[in-house]
């Protein structure tokens, strides 16, 4: 996928430049050729002679460049993809703004080809409306987000905020060089838990984050697919995403089974309710009155209303199981699926709430792969581009 191709590599200055110096390795090493781009204060953190050293040319830091009277246009025109890695808040609110005030983002703003942004700052920023606001609109530009992790950041600092790993960046960049597989087609994705309402206050409900149900969707929509998003949480901005925000199971189902129908693809990756209260109250429960019976009943299973479509999408279910996969490998054949992801949601690392997943893809015919602890966007793309190969190659149309 990277052989061959150009890569401007643009560093701007917060301490994980450091790790730009491994994805040059890496991205080298996948056959790609690298220049780079680095900011002054980028430079407080990595030389620009260990660039050099890594990439064998000497990375470029100003717009007024001796040997190129315009270096941003003829580096923007020579990239087949550019990667900011690290990218600041200060770049980011740049690249959203057009502004082009520096090496890296007036090469950015002259680009044409697909930009991967890595993400790079303590978490305060990261959580600031001005810093989401800009990601939303680099989103909505088109420009692929990959990152923010939760781990160490500098000053000894832990949280929100942290660059993901060079490996994690080089699945990006490949991502957004090649992985159209899924142009043109119509694919459904829930994510997040349901909640079943008790009163009008209370419900039951479960930990799901939704960030893997997130995941699935914008690996889909980066490989050319025009997802719907039906979910119980926040979702991600992205182009060829549509949203239908929803509740409880019931309207989870009526979404599910509105949207599905003539899709693609449909990957249910929401943490559903099997059982819903029957008479949710009217008014608030009150501790006076003392505990309440509350009767439960079956909410709608939605798979099984997928899976009896007919000419139904290609079905892929998650399972959250607690140790072994066994029972997600009867899971596979009982529930009519195309694939199963079963995730062992007591291990560390992984199922609710956090950033890594580690999962295990199940056939109905009882085959399973196991995958080893990676990000959720990881397995996000890696799956999409499992559904792809394995739904092309069923000749399904
Ligand atoms: O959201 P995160 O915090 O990132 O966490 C991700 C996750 C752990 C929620 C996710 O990876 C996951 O495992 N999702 C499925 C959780 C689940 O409900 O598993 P299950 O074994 O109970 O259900 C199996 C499948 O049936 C799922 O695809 C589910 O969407 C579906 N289902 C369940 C109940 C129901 N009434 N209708 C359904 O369609």
Redesign the pocket.
């Known amino acids: 996928m990277l052989a061959g191709r150009h890569v401007v590599l643009a560093v701007s200055g917060g301490v994980a430049a450091f790790k730009a110096a491994y994805l040059a390795r890496r991205l080298l090493e996948a056959g790609a050729e690298v220049r780079a781009v680095m900011t002054h204060s980028s430079q407080n953190f990595l030389g620009a002679q260990s660039m050099a050293a890594i990439t064998g040319i000497e990375p470029i830091s100003d717009l007024f460049h001796q040997a190129d009277v315009s270096p941003h246009t003829s580096l923007a025109r020579w990239a087949d993809v550019i990667v900011v890695a690290p990218a600041t808040a200060a770049t980011m609110a740049r690249m959203a703004n057009g502004l082009s005030e520096d090496i890296v983002s007036a090469t950015v703003l002259a680009a044409t080809c697909p930009v991967v942004v890595a993400p790079a700052m303590h978490t305060e920023m990261w959580e600031h409306p001005a810093t989401q606001r800009n990601v939303e609109t680099l989103r909505a530009d088109g420009y692929v987000i990959v990152g923010p992790t939760s781990g160490a950041l500098a000053g000894g600092d832990v949280g929100e905020g942290r660059m993901v790993e060079p490996e994690d960046i080089v699945t990006a960049i490949s991502g957004a060089l090649g992985d159209r597989s899924m142009a043109g087609w119509r694919v459904v994705v829930?994510?997040?838990?349901t909640r079943e309402a008790i009163d009008p206050v209370r419900y039951i409900g479960?930990?799901?984050?939704?960030?893997?149900?997130?995941?699935v969707a914008i690996a889909a929509a980066d490989a050319g697919a025009a997802v719907t998003l039906v979910t119980t949480?926040a979702a991600p901005k992205h182009p060829s995403i549509e949203v239908i925000e929803v509740e409880s199971?019931q309207e989870m189902?009526d979404a599910?089974w509105k949207t599905a129908a003539g899709a693609d693809v449909a990957v249910?990756?929401?943490?559903?309710?099997?059982f819903r209260p029957a008479d949710p109250a009217v008014g608030k429960l009150r501790r006076a009155e003392g505990p309440p019976q509350v009767n439960l009943e079956?909410?709608?299973?939605?798979?099984?209303?997928?899976s009896a479509m007919e000419d139904r999408p290609y079905l892929v279910?998650?399972?959250?199981?607690v140790g072994s996969v066994d029972a997600?490998v009867a899971?596979a054949t009982r529930?009519g699926l195309d694939l199963?992801?079963?995730?062992d949601?007591a291990r560390p690392g992984s199922?609710?709430?956090?950033e890594t997943?580690e999962?295990t893809i199940v056939t109905p015919g009882g085959d399973t792969e196991a995958w080893e602890l990676l990000s959720?966007a990881e397995v996000g793309r890696r799956l999409i581009a499992e559904i792809a190969k394995r739904r092309n190659e069923a000749g399904r149309t």
């Open positions: 829930s994510a997040g838990g479960n930990r799901s984050s939704g960030k893997m149900g997130n995941a949480v199971a189902a599910v249910l990756a929401a943490a559903v309710a099997d079956p909410t709608p299973d939605i798979l099984a209303g997928v279910g998650f399972a959250a199981e997600a899971k529930k199963l992801v079963a995730n949601v199922g609710f709430g956090t997943n999962v959720k």
